[in-house]
């Protein structure tokens, strides 16, 4: 079974097998009750990063509604800060300007806090 939730501290060290340093707010994509995605963001010098992350056996989930309806939950997370939030791409661009990034320069991407949504 697959399901996405708001990621717990015991999701965020399940999935990484220790607690990050940075404070954390993300959405964690489970399969079978095992936390297989984390999408959220950091901060970190005293700036928000966005960040994703998954394992292998998310992948023949990626285009499953549970796996959408969290990019969605994710959007709508980064859209209640006010801070903007800087993403780097490793791999496609489409996703992150599909939800509202736009491209800065190289591989580095900006959220403006507090702006509009885009549906994806």
């Known amino acids: 079974m697959i399901a996405w939730r708001f990621a717990s501290t015991a999701d965020i060290e399940q999935y990484y097998g220790e607690r ?58 980064f859209a209640q800060t006010s801070m903007p939030i800087v993403a780097v791409r490793e791999g496609g661009s489409v996703i992150l300007e599909r939800i509202g990034f736009d491209h800065v320069d190289g591989d580095t991407y900006l959220w403006h806090g507090s702006r509009q949504q885009r549906p994806i």
């Open 20 to 77: 990050p340093r940075e404070s954390l707010r993300a959405v964690a994509i489970v399969v079978d009750g095992e936390p297989a995605a984390i999408i959220g963001m950091a901060i970190e010098r005293g700036r928000m990063r966005a960040f994703s992350e998954y394992k292998p056996a998310l992948e023949p989930h990626l285009k499953s509604m549970p796996v959408l309806r969290a990019i969605k939950a994710a959007q709508q997370m």
